[in-house]
């Protein structure tokens, strides 16, 4: 294993989440919280100081790596940006305990936006920029980041990339992965921006705008407000949900639709169902609502699709209290947690194609079983794919499924109760936010055992690594010559 490579890319994403860091300093000062900078300064020399000298130590280094060293700085990476993120939280007294705080960073920078706050409101404005920056920063992911600011980081060509960015199609629009990781965060920043001044300009003022924009482009949830997005105007409500949908996309089509190049669009199978399972749950949600509970048709469509965009893109987001809906309503919202949005994209959870080719699958074996000389090929966006290729996200989806049920049983071994086991599992695995039971939209993950906390922090990281990416690291095998 080449620890002195693994270590010296992992001193410069510290150095990275430094210079973050140090961007809250200058809203201490605009919002006058000043007993906040030498808790911050401290907060930001941290990660400094440690990036330096792991840099300066492992300077020298062999290039020679395998695919061993790219699992473990992808896997190292996230553990430390955890870490580094809760130290804000803690110095500064915003979150006493550091099991909490490094919950709640986690769940920041895997954008998966549980929280264990109960008040977010009575936090400093400079930290509540901070907890969304982290969201904003994990949504297109912390090694591609750096991929696009620091050129001069030698990191292997397209495989750490695929690892850490939850599964980036290989449509290489460009043939170096910097140029692909520089292309795809300027369009996250233009989404980013477009969103602020739409916000803006629905009445919400430029702190809020910029932080919402910060979670929803990154699918992240975190809100400055207790009610979430219910506590803004209507207009930002349809704005959110708007870009919380194209955030679910895959950011490749995005540039492809910057170059005008709409045929590849068109013919994107993962697209249409994407958009089609969020249209049929939006307008059975919408009727439902409307005939069954009496809600006002504006109200009930709105409340449906935010509901249904917020979930499928496991952004988190929340203007409605989905758990007081009749049974039918919130097992709807629940099996959504299990499809995910786009891969490629900020959002989480299994994610649409694989449901897609398994659906295939499935059809297909039907088809042999009916006429068992017949050729049948699973076509994705007009090309056949490999049956090992349909295999592997069959057993993704087996993996992915048991891993939730080993959850479930250790958070009910752990006294939690079973509805709410189940929902902090799926929806911190699936990078939602929002479950059911106790963690539902109107509560939080505060009274989860420290234990249950630790697991649910493990289970934000493995989600956002497309779980593969976590276990291999912890199997005899890789540390193995």
């Not at 993120?85 to 110095?91: D, F």
């Not at 969201?135 to 620091?150: E, K, P, Q, S, T």
């Not at 540039?255 to 190049?261: H, Q, V």
């Not at 922090?457 to 095998?477: A, D, H, K, N, Y």
Request: glycine letters at 8%.
């Amino acid at each position: 294993m080449n620890y002195k490579y693994v270590f010296n890319i992992v001193g410069k994403i510290l150095l990275v989440i430094s210079f973050y860091l140090m961007t809250v300093i200058p809203w201490i000062y605009y919002f006058d919280e000043k007993i906040l900078l030498h808790p911050i300064i401290i907060s930001a020399f941290i990660p400094l100081l440690a990036g330096l000298i792991i840099y300066l130590l492992t300077y020298r280094h062999s290039k020679q790596i395998r695919i061993k060293e790219e699992y473990l700085i992808v896997l190292i990476t996230w553990l430390l940006v955890g870490i580094v993120g809760a130290i804000p939280y803690y110095v500064t007294h915003a979150i006493p305990s550091f099991t909490d705080a490094f919950f709640e960073s986690v769940s920041g920078f895997t954008t998966t936006g549980s929280s264990i706050l109960t008040d977010i409101e009575s936090l400093p404005k400079s930290i509540l920029y901070w907890r969304n920056l982290t969201n904003w920063i994990g949504g297109m992911g912390i090694i591609v980041l750096v991929l696009a600011i620091i050129p001069k980081l030698k990191l292997p060509a397209y495989q750490l990339f695929q690892l850490e960015s939850s599964g980036i199609m290989p449509d290489k629009f460009k043939p170096r992965t910097k140029e692909i990781a520089r292309r795809l965060w300027i369009i996250y920043i233009l989404l980013t921006v477009i969103n602020v001044g739409l916000l803006m300009l629905s009445g919400v003022n430029f702190f809020d705008s910029l932080c919402q924009a910060f979670a929803t482009i990154a699918t992240g949830g975190f809100s400055t407000k207790n009610a979430s997005l219910g506590y803004f105007p209507i207009a930002a409500q349809y704005i959110t949900m708007i870009f919380m949908i194209l955030s679910g996309i895959n950011f490749t089509l995005h540039y492809y639709a910057l170059k005008g190049k709409f045929h590849i669009i068109r013919r994107n199978s993962e697209l249409k169902a994407y958009l089609l399972i969020i249209l049929t749950t939006g307008f059975i949600l919408t009727f439902y609502l409307f005939f069954n509970m009496h809600t006002d048709f504006e109200k009930a469509f709105r409340d449906s699709f935010f509901q249904v965009a917020s979930i499928i893109t496991a952004t988190g987001f929340a203007t409605a209290d989905y758990l007081q809906w009749h049974t039918f309503g919130w097992v709807l919202i629940f099996a959504l947690m299990f499809i995910g949005a786009s891969v490629g994209s900020t959002g989480g959870g299994i994610k649409v194609i694989r449901h897609v080719v398994a659906f295939k699958s499935i059809r297909n074996y039907i088809r042999r079983l009916l006429h068992p000389h017949a050729i049948v090929k699973i076509r994705i966006n007009g090309h056949a794919i490999a049956e090992d290729k349909a295999g592997s996200v069959m057993l993704f989806i087996i993996i992915y499924l048991i891993v939730f049920v080993a959850g479930t049983f250790f958070m009910s071994f752990l006294g939690v109760d079973f509805q709410t086991s189940v929902g902090s599992v799926i929806t911190t695995m699936g990078g939602i936010g929002p479950g059911i039971g106790s963690v539902g939209p109107a509560g939080n993950f505060s009274a989860i055992p420290d234990t249950g906390k630790i697991l649910l922090s493990m289970l934000m990281i493995m989600g956002r690594l497309e779980i593969l990416t976590f276990l291999i690291v912890f199997t005899p095998s890789f540390w193995k010559n």
